[in-house]
Each structure stands twice: as structure tokens, then as C-alpha cells.
């Protein structure tokens, strides 16, 4: 198992290398961004090419659902959040939007901002985020 001693923009441990967490700290801030979110995940992917989050992201906002869905690293634990994050993504990509709209709340409640995740959902739940509507967390506006 790889240590986990990179961050993202909250200081939530990311399992991969510093250089892979700082473009996927620039992805995070470049939610609203899709095109500057995309370039920043492609970049964290080229940094580490097993990195899980920056992978089911890549694929959700380009998308190719399937390839979200893939199985990441076997040999890579996940962090509780990371596993959450990438459940929610995964539903979402594979069409799965109500359970995925489920999920992010009760992911959000937990951890308080999640702009990837946020924005994933968001292009495909329609009403069902209606009252997220407002944007993302001032971090992340």
C-alpha cells in the first residue's frame, strides 16, 4: 500500500504522489471549469497513472462511463472519503442518478464540500439538485 501523504484542497489524504494531488487540487478548483478541470484530472493522471479519483473523474466528465466504472489499483487501499467519492461517481456515470443524487448528500453532509463529485452529479440530476443550485461552497466558488 502507498502511503498516503498527499492532500486535496480540504486536507483530505489522496492515495497517490504529491505531483498527482496538486493537479487534482487544481481540478477541485476548476470544478465550474469543465474544460480546466479535464486538462488538470488528465495531468494528475499522467502524474500517477493509478491515481483513482483523478481516473473516474477524468472519465465521467469526458464521458466514457465505462471506463469509470473499471476497477482502479487492487493494490491501493482508498481512503473512506476516496472510496465514497468514487462510489458516487461511478453511479453517476453508469446512470445510476438517483442513488448517485442519494449518495452526494449524505457525502456532502459528511465531508462539507466536494466540487468534482458536486459538479459530476450535477450534469446529469437536473431538479434533483435544485436546491444546490446556488454554486459551489465559497472554497469553491
Do not use: K
Amino acid at each position: 500500500m502507498q502511503p498516503t501523504t498527499a492532500h486535496d484542497d480540504h486536507g483530505r489524504c489522496l492515495t497517490t504522489n504529491e505531483g498527482a494531488a496538486e493537479w487534482y487540487r487544481a481540478a477541485q478548483r476548476a470544478a465550474g471549469d469543465s474544460h480546466e478541470a479535464v486538462s488538470a484530472l488528465r495531468r494528475a493522471r499522467s502524474a500517477d497513472s493509478a491515481f483513482a479519483l483523478a481516473i473516474v473523474d477524468l472519465a465521467a466528465l469526458t464521458g466514457r462511463p465505462a471506463r469509470a466504472a473499471a476497477p482502479t489499483t487492487p493494490n491501493r487501499r482508498l481512503t473512506t472519503w476516496e472510496r465514497h467519492h468514487r462510489e458516487i461517481v461511478v453511479m453517476s456515470a453508469s446512470g445510476n442518478t438517483s442513488r448517485a443524487v442519494i449518495l452526494l448528500r449524505e457525502h456532502l453532509a459528511e465531508v462539507g464540500c466536494d466540487p468534482l463529485a458536486l459538479r459530476i452529479v450535477s450534469t446529469v440530476a437536473g431538479d434533483q439538485l435544485a436546491d444546490l443550485a446556488a454554486g459551489y461552497p465559497p472554497c469553491h466558488a
